[in-house]
Nanobody, 122 residues
Framework: QVQMVESGGGLVQAGGSLRLSCTVS????????MGWFRQAPGKEREGVSC????????YYSDSVKGRFTISRDDAKNTLYLQMNSLKPEDTAMYYC???????????????WGQGTRVTVSS
């Protein structure tokens, strides 16, 4: 059974930082493309950042480029998202997702975590 557990969310002031983690079990983590997606209240879920299984491909949305950094530790089966210079518009539920064959596709990601909430106050 695949489990994906996000952690690290919380309440932070604008300009602050948070580090999200997504710990995965039940699959061969090193063989999966991973991604972070977020959904703000009243909005559709959107892609934030993705990393391929080989780390040769990394994607950031324009809204987070230069502020967020995605990484993975295959030995720990964990995906990270370092979020710096947070803005109120970063407020959302953040989800990690995994897929073995498709890179960075919300519609085709096979496995999802439950999400961790990030709230950025102004």
């Amino acid at each position: 059974q695949v489990q994906m557990v996000e952690s690290g969310g919380g309440l932070v002031q604008a300009g602050g930082s948070l580090r999200l983690s997504c710990t995965v079990s039940g699959l061969s983590f090193g063989n999966y493309h991973m991604g972070w997606f977020r959904q703000a209240p009243g909005k559709e879920r959107e892609g934030v950042s993705c990393i391929s299984w080989s780390t040769s491909r990394i994607y950031y949305s324009d809204s987070v480029k230069g502020r967020f950094t995605i990484s993975r530790d295959d030995a720990k089966n964990t995906l990270y998202l370092q979020m710096n210079s947070l803005k109120p518009e970063d407020t959302a539920m953040y989800y990690c997702a995994a897929d073995r064959t498709t890179y960075c596709s919300e519609s085709r990601a096979t496995y999802w975590g439950q999400g961790t909430r990030v709230t950025v106050s102004s």
